[in-house]
């Protein structure tokens, strides 16, 4: 069984835990998001039919009062940028991450994925936005936390990216 | 032939010379060129024949895997299938091949896995039993059925010291599992995310009261559980410990992980999310799951010698009582063999009590009184006597006696299977004696030359002969005269027998008399005392049964001789007659 540290981030209340709440499997309450700031999941994916582990650190959302702490980045194979679609703030946010993660782990596999895809009329962040972001080789996906859509995919990928970096040896099946 | 560009070209030669030449460079050709031709034939033939190629390829396919499996993975992808396919079939072929493969493997490995489980269960087992008789036993028996829980789990976390439940070995930078041990029956939640957990709060810890990287939580505690740590280079140990371990503990926690990093130092720095490699490191951390228990309280050693001593004092009077028994019920049954009259034919003694079975004739002595003078309880002994004729000479002789009701004056004795009469005793008893004698059992002659016969009629006579004689005045029988009273007091003893089996009694009469001289009242006084005197000197008191003794006095005219001298009057005579036993009337005999 391959095993990889995947750090979640993004600005405060943007709905990563909702995001993934459904799909991971969790044994802590949500209350260590505000005392420790972070909760680990678990979420197993399966590549090349080869089963791959993603130890989801499900980091406290970003904000004025709380800074992400660059040692719980650490060791990560890749991370995922959560912003919602209906705040501008959180794509500025998702690119201060973005730095402190490269600062902290180096360029590793990152996905960039945007909340509340269900209700897009709402949104602030415009594709002009998100067109900029794919051109500097992020890759975005959008996701539903209400919908649960995006969510498969976004592991997926993210798992994928991480694997094509350091390929899976035989031997760990 | 026109190619070749070693044959001369000679336009000017006839067909019969072009033949000639050609036959001669055909042998010119064979002889410079044959070992090249030999080459080129077997070139040829190795591009013709197709079946040489695996040969060629066997030579250099170890070497060709070899670099293609340093190059990339496609190998393997391309082998897999083709592996995994021959593995199946091989194991539905001949699966025991298969089986003695892995059996050298496996082996070890379940008999490592049960011998835990049977220890597991017998420590738990041990600790049940240990404690369910005892006081805080109960007492946690009882909290075992408020809370709920088995009482083994209850006597568990009473007297657990300490027990190392649950080991993670966790990768230091990533906070990834690399391997997980746990202890039987402990509770276990997810290995993978309480790797990642244990390794944030570290990092929260250390971050939030700004320690450097080196200093590290070492542990924490919640409830019952301690949580030690161990850092190493690239990864560290997480101990899950129910109890309050001893510092001691940390040293083997250490020393496992030292011994982990000097095995897989290159897996550890290269860790890449694989934790395959670190399979191997279980037995380094099983070797942390230890366990210690509070002993149970042993009993004081007072009280142990004490119950020791009372057993020991109940086990010597338990012994000292059953030999004593068992010396009586021996001496008792060697009675009872000695006994005339008592044969045993079996002799129990058992748990509940002991069992005579025997003969025993109705003249031999009583088996209780034996039982009772042997020390034993009657009532303890459960006998069944079958009657029977003892024909031991004691016996037959207190039965000839009991059947002939034979005088005191006879003696019987038994010589052999003869009865032999001796003393005096009268005729009729002698004749009645003779007709049943040998009816007797164990009689079958009898003798009685030895035995004197008298009659009634002569012993009476000869006691009413006889005269005491007195001197003047007194009541004192003379020496002279007791003499004769002793040949009476065996003749009225004799008599005594005789009547005594005809049905008849004695009447004997003793009349004492006195001469003129003195007053009439002091004759009569000296009548009697003379009288007494005699009887006295008859032994009256031992007269038999038959024998009825009156003592008086006669009045001077009434008496024999009164006409004579005084002297002869100063006599006492006896008076025997025979009456009727149960009558009144007396039926005097002269």
């Known amino acids: 069984m391959m095993q990889k540290k995947v750090c979640m981030l993004g600005g405060f209340a943007v709905g990563k835990t909702s995001l993934v709440r459904r799909f991971v499997s969790n044994v802590f309450s949500e ?23 993603l130890v989801l650190w499900d980091l406290y959302g970003e904000d004025e009062f709380q800074r992400v702490r660059d040692s719980y980045l650490r060791g990560s194979s890749g991370y995922i940028l959560v912003m919602d679609g209906t705040r501008r703030a959180t794509l500025d946010t998702a690119l201060a991450l973005r730095q402190t993660a490269m600062r902290t782990v180096g360029t590793v596999p990152f996905i960039a994925i945007i909340n509340k895809a269900d209700v897009r009329s709402e949104w602030e962040i415009d594709e002009r936005a998100i067109e900029q972001l794919r051109e500097q080789g992020w890759t975005v996906l959008f996701g539903s936390a209400k919908l649960g859509q995006g969510v498969e995919e976004l592991f997926v990928t993210l798992a994928t990216q991480i694997v094509q970096t350091s390929p899976i040896p035989s031997d760990s099946l | 032939m ?29 002889l410079l060129l044959s070992p090249e031709q030999t080459q080129l034939d077997e070139i040829r033939e190795r591009l013709d024949n197709r079946g040489i190629q695996p040969r060629e390829i066997s030579r250099v396919l170890p070497e060709a895997f070899a670099m293609r499996g340093e190059t990339d993975q496609h190998l393997s992808n391309v082998l897999t299938p083709y592996v ?69 789990e209850v006597v568990l976390l009473h007297t657990l010291r300490y027990r190392v439940e649950q080991v993670f070995l966790i ?7 690399l391997h997980h041990v746990a202890a039987e029956g402990a509770v276990v939640q997810d290995q993978q995310i309480l790797s990642g957990m244990l390794t944030a709060i570290q990092s929260y810890v250390r971050d939030s009261f700004g320690a450097s990287p080196d200093q590290t939580l070492d542990h924490f505690r919640v409830g019952e559980w301690t949580v030690w740590i161990e850092q190493g280079s690239h990864a560290y140990v997480a101990g899950v410990v129910r109890g309050t371990p001893p510092e001691t503990l940390r040293e083997d926690f250490q ?110 002595k009583d088996p209780s009184a034996i039982v009772v003078e042997a020390g034993l309880e009657p009532s ?32 019987l004795s038994v010589e052999g299977d003869t009865l032999v009469a001796t003393g005096a005793a009268s005729i009729e008893w002698a004749r009645e004696t003779r007709r049943l004698a040998t009816l007797v059992p164990g009689i079958s002659r009898y003798r009685d030359e030895g035995l004197v016969t008298i009659s009634i009629p002569d012993l009476l006579e000869r006691v009413n002969q006889t005269i005491v004689r007195f001197r003047s005045g007194s009541s004192i029988v003379e020496p002279s005269e007791r003499a004769a009273l002793g040949a009476v007091s065996m003749a009225l003893r004799e008599l005594d027998q005789a009547v005594s089996q005809s049905g008849q009694r004695v009447r004997l009469e003793v009349l004492g008399s006195t001469d003129d001289t003195g007053s009439v009242t002091r004759n009569i006084q000296l009548s009697e005392e003379r009288a007494r005197a005699v009887l006295v000197a008859l032994g009256g008191e031992q007269l038999g049964d038959a024998t009825t003794v009156i003592a008086g006095s006669v009045q001077s005219t009434d008496q024999r001789g009164s006409t004579g001298e005084a002297r002869d009057r100063r006599i006492v005579t006896l008076r025997a007659t025979l009456t009727v036993a149960n009558r009144g009337n007396e039926a005097s005999r002269p």
């Not at chain 1, 209350?31 to 582990?53: A, L, N």
């Not at chain 2, 190619?3 to 050709?29: A, F, Y």
């Not at chain 2, 990768?171 to 599992?177: A, N, P, V």
């Not at chain 2, 009077?317 to 009872?336: I, P, T």
């Open chain 2, 84 to 152: 995994e396919n021959g593995f199946v079939a091989t194991i539905r072929k001949s699966p025991r091949t298969i089986v003695d493969a892995i059996a050298p493997i496996l082996g070890p490995a379940i008999r490592q896995a049960i011998a835990r489980a049977l220890q597991s269960m017998t420590q738990s087992f041990n600790h049940s039993l240990d404690e369910s008789l005892s006081t805080r036993g109960l007492r946690w028996r009882l909290e075992a059925w408020r809370t709920g829980r088995p009482f083994a």
């Open chain 1, 31 to 53: 209350h260590y998001h505000t005392t420790i700031g972070v909760t680990v999941e678990k979420k197993s994916v399966k590549i090349d039919d080869r089963d791959v582990t």
């Open chain 2, 171 to 177: 990768h230091r930078e990533t906070g990834l599992l």
């Open chain 2, 2 to 30: 026109s190619t070749d560009p070693h044959r001369p070209h000679r336009d000017s030669l006839s067909s019969e010379g072009r033949t000639s030449v050609d036959e001669d460079w055909t042998q010119l050709r064979t």
């Open chain 2, 380 to 411: 303890g002994i459960r006998a069944v006597w079958s009657p029977y004729y003892s024909l031991d000479p004691q016996l037959v002789e207190t039965r000839a006696h009991s059947i002939l009701h034979s005088p005191k004056t006879v003696k």
């Open chain 2, 255 to 364: 020393a496992a992980l030292d011994d982990i990093h000097a095995q897989q130092p290159d897996a550890l720095t290269h860790f890449d999310g694989d934790a395959a490699p670190f399979k191997t490191t279980q037995t380094c951390l099983e070797s942390c799951l230890h366990a210690h228990y509070e002993p149970p309280p042993r009993p004081s050693v007072l009280k142990l010698w004490i119950l020791g001593g009372a057993v020991i004092l109940l086990l010597s009077w338990w012994g000292v009582m059953a030999y004593q028994a068992h010396v009586r019920w021996s001496n008792l049954l060697v009675e009872l063999e000695a006994e005339p009259g008592i044969v045993v034919t079996m002799a129990e003694s058992t748990l509940t009590g002991y069992h005579l079975k025997g003969l025993r004739d109705p003249l031999a």
